[in-house]
């Protein structure tokens, strides 16, 4: 096939690396630059290069900021002794949302996997011992994703915070999702469901 | 829902502008980047700026080139008294795919469309009766896409190119696709069939 355009090439490439964007969605993405006011196009290559140099760990939660420390960490509003443990600052987003969390949140960067190589030490897991061991008592609980890398973190965390008598662990339900079906969950939602089963 | 980045929601904002991009696709493809080596981030960044940089019209036939004349129109291998017209530089692609069309195209940029405001002025229109006017004999393929606008490029063109006695004018056919259905073809796609049918 004649190739039109090398730069134009260059970009649809460019944008088939983002996560979802398959060639077909790239080439359209490509032509839609290319048809753009170059105000609009600087202003999003603009962007992009801020994220990358302005966006950086809060160094208390790791959770991402602007500044040095999140808007979370420093609002007075926010309790400081219930810690949320989550593994993305999309996490913090979406329990954010519920708007039922007065807590504070920890976030690691991810989960243990050994399969992508990806182990304790690369997490935010020291400045969460760090930040536990400064304060008297504290509430801790884990919200990682039930998969098994998740799974793992919840583990290898609780062995951890164990071992500090001033915490208290919890981690979040699992169970039927609202709006679920019984015959239609799957047998490990299930079976953590009656497990987890609440007296009433 | 508390912000986290100004500069990360500001992406989201950039990307969600982008044909097909909702704001959950927007918020992953930001994430991502956060995630990302900067050299890569740079590179997505300097594809930008070069596509609205050094990507032109070609100077003969309005596709797009990195040069000043477009790598169909310059080569010799290319029957240049045949021109098919279409619409768009994708267009091009696709005819190009089929690796059956041995002239050269000429890019409208584009169909008219009073609604949109696209007026035949706003398309390469001028430039290719220059072209036709400059040649002996010519063979126009009119391929404009098969609804409104196109339709009502395809007529425009049709009046202004019978003024010109040594050009011969055709149009693509419109009629069921192959692998097409004829109890699922819709009415006006097979009264187009019905109407362009080919003596055997």
New interface residues.
């Given amino acids: 096939?004649?190739?039109?355009?090398?730069?134009?090439d260059?970009?649809v490439h460019?944008?088939s690396?983002?996560?979802?964007i398959g060639r077909k969605?790239a080439?359209?993405?490509?032509?839609?630059?290319?048809k753009?006011p170059?105000a609009?196009?600087?202003?999003?290559?603009?962007?992009?290069?801020?994220?990358?140099?302005?966006?950086h760990q809060c160094t208390v939660c790791g959770?991402?900021?602007?500044d040095e420390i999140?808007?979370?960490c420093v609002s007075e509003k926010r309790n400081k002794l219930l810690i949320c443990v989550v593994e993305?600052?999309?996490d913090?987003?979406a329990i954010?949302?519920t708007n039922d969390f007065s807590g504070v949140y920890h976030v690691l960067g991810g989960a243990i996997s050994p399969l992508d190589g990806v182990t304790p030490e690369q997490l935010n897991i020291l400045s969460l011992l760090d930040r536990i061991g400064a304060l008297d008592s504290v509430e801790v609980i884990l919200a990682m994703n039930p998969d098994v890398e998740g799974e793992a973190t919840t583990l290898y965390l609780t062995r951890l915070l164990k071992s500090f008598p001033h915490v208290s662990i919890s981690r979040i339900a699992r169970g039927i999702p609202i709006g679920g079906d019984l015959e239609y969950s799957d047998e490990a939602t299930l079976s953590r469901a009656m497990e987890g089963r609440v007296r009433i």
């Fill in positions: 096939m004649i190739r039109l355009s090398d730069h134009l260059e970009l460019e944008f690396k983002l996560p979802g969605t080439q359209r993405l490509a032509y839609f630059i290319l753009q170059e609009s196009v600087t202003q999003l290559a603009e962007s992009l290069i801020n994220v990358k140099n302005k966006v959770n991402i900021t602007d999140c808007r979370i993305e600052p999309t913090v987003l954010e949302k």
